[in-house]
């Protein structure tokens, strides 16, 4: 039996951050900046068909996951979306890199 994998959310990271007194660029760390710092720095994709998720670099270098959910509307649609999600491995390397560890 394979060993189960952990993944973060975006919560869960500026909790880590915010717990170790980490400020970002001058501002207390929330969600909302965080994915501004890395859609800025080329880490999560900023198009309304791929809104927050991985670029392709930052996906193959295994710091993200991305869960799916499909439902059917109300309508009979289906529908479909997306969750980013730190892996173990990205949480590790983005708590080293804004913490200085």
């Known amino acids: 039996m394979g060993e189960e994998k952990k993944f973060y959310s975006f919560d869960d ?3 880590i951050l915010i717990s170790n007194g980490f400020w970002l660029d001058g501002d207390v760390v929330v969600v909302s900046r965080i994915l501004e710092w890395m859609h800025g720095n080329g880490w999560l994709i900023d198009t309304p068909e791929r809104a927050n998720q991985p670029s392709e670099e930052a996906f193959s270098k295994g710091l993200f996951a991305v869960r799916s959910t499909s439902y059917i509307e109300d309508d009979g649609s289906n529908t479909t979306e997306y969750e980013t999600l ?10 080293n890199l804004f913490l200085g560890a």
């Open 13 to 15: 990271l500026a909790w």
């Open 86 to 95: 730190l892996t173990e491995k990205g949480e590790d390397y983005f708590e």
